[in-house]
T-cell receptor, first 113, second 114 residues
Framework: DGGITQSPKYLFRKEGQNVTLSCEQN?????MYWYRQDPGQGLRLIYY???????QKGDIAEGYSVSREKKESFPLTVTSAQKNPTAFYLC????????????FGSGTQLSVL | AQSVTQPDIHITVSEGASLELRCNYS??????LFWYVQSPGQGLQLLLK??????LVQGIKGFEAEFKRSQSSFNLRKPSVHWSDAAEYFC????????????FGSGTRLSIRP
């Protein structure tokens, strides 16, 4: 079945550590997105990518980095510069230039030890 | 400023009762409007969307929503809720052709009373 796979489901970060969240899709979508979700808040866009080897900052990119070396993959690194990383992270994809539908993964819960 | 407001943080309804979740938006251009549902610890699933045409749109799982331009509202309704409808519901608004500019509301958590 086509879809978006996020891993791991749960992730713990120590102080000063970088951690990477995985996002893989087999929907053949050009565009991919990373969102952060905090309790009682809506989704906030961290980074997005419309095509391979290109990505743009979203509303809250500070302390995060991404890469898009393959169409299927859009990993997110939460760096030590992100001082409040505890949140639920959602990856999504869509057909480029179309916003009929965002397809979401099942998310990664990141917590700080 | 562009924004989406869901005034109800948490709603509890009895199983079999009708449901209406409110959504108001502020958007300069013609909005594309969406409702998503999120089960605990899961991603979001699109319930329905409105781009143009008939202002009453039907979605999956028996949900519908009505676009009222004069009231800047896009309320979600269901005639009879089921226990499986318990979840978080998000209203969202965005421009044509640019999913990166979609703005999400803060969500309404729906609980179902047996």
């Amino acid at each position: 079945d086509g879809g978006i796979t996020q891993s791991p489901k749960y992730l713990f970060r120590k102080e000063g550590q970088n951690v990477t969240l995985s996002c893989e899709q087999n929907l053949n979508h050009d565009a991919m997105y990373w969102y952060r979700q905090d309790p009682g808040q809506g989704l906030r866009l961290i980074y997005y990518s419309q095509i391979v080897n290109d990505f743009q900052k979203g509303d809250i990119a500070e302390g995060y980095s991404v890469s898009r070396e393959k169409k299927e993959s859009f990993p997110l690194t939460v760096t030590s510069a992100q001082k409040n990383p505890t949140a639920f992270y959602l990856c999504a994809s869509s057909i480029r230039g179309k916003n009929e539908k965002l397809f979401f993964g099942s998310g990664t819960q990141l917590s700080v030890l | 400023a562009q924004s989406v407001t869901q005034p109800d943080i948490h709603i509890t309804v009895s199983e079999g009762a009708s449901l209406e979740l409110r959504c108001n938006y502020s958007y300069g251009a013609t909005p594309y409007l969406f409702w998503y549902v999120q089960s605990p610890g899961q991603g979001l699933q699109l319930l329905l969307k409105y781009f143009s045409g008939d202002t009453l749109v039907q979605g999956i799982k028996g949900f519908e929503a009505e676009f009222k331009r004069s009231q800047s509202s896009f309320n979600l309704r269901k005639p009879s809720v089921h226990w499986s409808d318990a979840a978080e519901y998000f209203c969202a608004v965005g421009p044509e052709g640019s999913a990166s500019k979609i703005i999400f509301g803060s969500g309404t958590r729906l609980s179902i009373r047996p």
